[in-house]
């Protein structure tokens, strides 16, 4: 059964780093894009990043490309969001998509 699990989030101060990752199962990871989402509190869901199945071609948003780097490890099923400079404005759920299976999403708060 095909399963994607995000993990890494939690409760930052501004100005943290936070590394998000999301491990896929039940398919074969390495055929497939993926993207990285946001829904922040009271606001659509909204697109973060790309990367495809080699991880040779990437699309980072312009709102956040000076502090998120997408990433993946094939072998390893994973995919990664490398946040830098966290801001109060990052708060939210943070959704990993790989072909079509969405995670349930990892929460992030920024607060001090």
């Known amino acids: 059964q095909a399963q994607v699990v995000e993990s890494g989030g939690g409760l930052v101060q501004p100005g943290g780093s936070l590394r998000l990752s999301c491990v896929a199962s039940?398919?074969?990871?390495?055929?497939?894009?993926l993207g990285w989402y946001r829904q922040a509190p009271g606001k659509e869901r909204e697109l973060l990043a790309t990367m495809n199945r080699s991880g040779g071609d990437t699309y980072t948003s312009d709102s956040v490309r000076e502090r998120f780097t997408v990433s993946r490890d094939n072998p390893k099923s994973t995919t990664y969001l490398q946040i830098k400079d966290l801001k109060p404005e990052d708060t939210g759920v943070y959704y990993c998509?790989?072909?079509?299976?969405w995670g349930q999403g990892t929460q992030v708060t920024v607060s001090s």
């Open positions: 039940g398919f074969t990871f390495d055929t497939l894009g």
């Open positions: 998509r790989v072909g079509l299976e």
